[in-house]
């Protein structure tokens, strides 16, 4: 069985193929379309096409928001880039397009994607250090930087780990109350509500007016200073604040760790931080996945759904030194 796994980011539309064990065995990657209706389209275009070639049980959609109204399908509110998928039942009409084109009914589930991401992080560490349960993981905080910031929280409830969950699934980490340095510190309007939080110093979105350059012409100048921000950022919000690990993935953070230090800046800023209130430090780490963490995360929750729980993530046979660049395995404790 293949669940169909689409990850509807603010700039790029990602769909894949995954297997049972996890493992993406397709995907194609398209500009987000700015009209809802173009964005189903395609996703239906290759449920579709990939029909026959997989046995696809399920489909798993992650939307750049949150996700809630009726039958939990629209997008609230508007993301200001898909400023036409707000007001649209994305579950309701994607349901119908699919059954129409497939003549069956499939699975499929839609919700916020830091939720799918934190899922998904969290089952490679369980296949990597095997059960979670004897592993001090937790609280396990995943946090993107993307066209927007966005997390989530992972605790050990009873025997169990479950992602903690605001009202409504939101994740609100990056809305809060913030005060950071660039170029730019006039008032900057946030698309969630209110102005200046951390999405406006740490969000795509937010860069070009912020610091004068766009997240893919960074210079090493204006990296340094998001990664001040982000290591402030890290010690100031309650939830990063008490968690053991840390893990930043998201398009941005992942792209320019390939040619910045820019995690081990935020990291140097938040210890620095934590030592001087003579706090214990979160464990900083780079997500595993990388840019696969949503359509594996979408795998995770479709598999979920259908088997009412957590499916085990098979790892990839891959050379152990690319692991060992990208994770450390203990939390570092000042
Ligand atoms: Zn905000």
Redesign the pocket.
């Known amino acids: 069985m293949e669940v169909a796994a689409i990850d509807i980011g603010g700039t790029k539309l990602a769909m894949g193929i995954v297997h049972e064990g996890g493992q993406i065995i397709a995907s194609t990657v398209i500009p987000t379309p700015k009209k809802p209706e173009d964005g189903l389209g395609a996703i239906n275009n290759y449920v579709k096409t990939n029909w026959g070639a997989y046995d696809i049980g399920a489909i798993g959609v992650g939307a750049p928001a949150v996700v809630g109204g009726e039958n939990g399908g629209y997008f609230l509110p508007n993301p200001s880039n898909l400023a036409a998928w707000g007001n649209f039942n994305l579950k309701k009409n994607l349901d119908q397009l699919i059954n129409d084109s497939v003549g069956k009914k499939v699975p499929l589930s839609i919700e916020s994607d830091v939720y799918p991401a934190t899922a998904a992080e969290l089952l490679v560490r369980n296949s990597l250090f095997g059960d979670l349960k004897s592993h001090s993981l937790f609280p396990f905080f995943y946090l993107t930087i993307s066209t927007g910031v966005g997390g989530e929280q992972a605790i050990m409830d009873g025997t169990t780990w479950k992602i903690y969950r605001n009202e409504n699934g939101v994740a609100k980490v990056?809305?809060?109350e913030f005060k950071g340095i660039a170029p730019n510190q006039k008032p900057i309007e946030?698309?969630?509500?209110?102005?200046?939080?951390?999405?406006?110093y740490l969000?795509g979105n937010h860069m070009l007016a912020r610091y004068g350059l766009k997240p893919e012409d960074a210079s090493p100048e204006m990296m340094a200073m998001v990664a001040k921000n982000l290591g402030k950022f890290l010690y100031q919000n309650e939830l990063t604040r008490n968690s053991k690990i840390i893990v930043v993935g998201g398009k941005i953070a992942n792209e320019w760790n390939k040619r910045y230090p820019f995690l081990d800046e935020a990291k140097d800023c938040m210890l620095m931080l934590f030592n001087q209130n003579y706090l214990p430090a979160p464990s900083l780490e780079a997500s595993i996945l990388g840019d696969d963490v949503g359509l594996v995360g979408w795998w995770a929750i479709a598999m979920k759904q259908l088997t009412g729980k957590w499916p085990k993530y098979q790892i990839p046979l891959i050379p152990s030194a690319d692991y060992a660049k990208t994770f450390q395995p203990f939390p570092a404790i000042l």
């Open positions: 990056g809305h809060g946030c698309n969630y509500e209110g102005f200046d939080c951390a999405e406006t969000g």
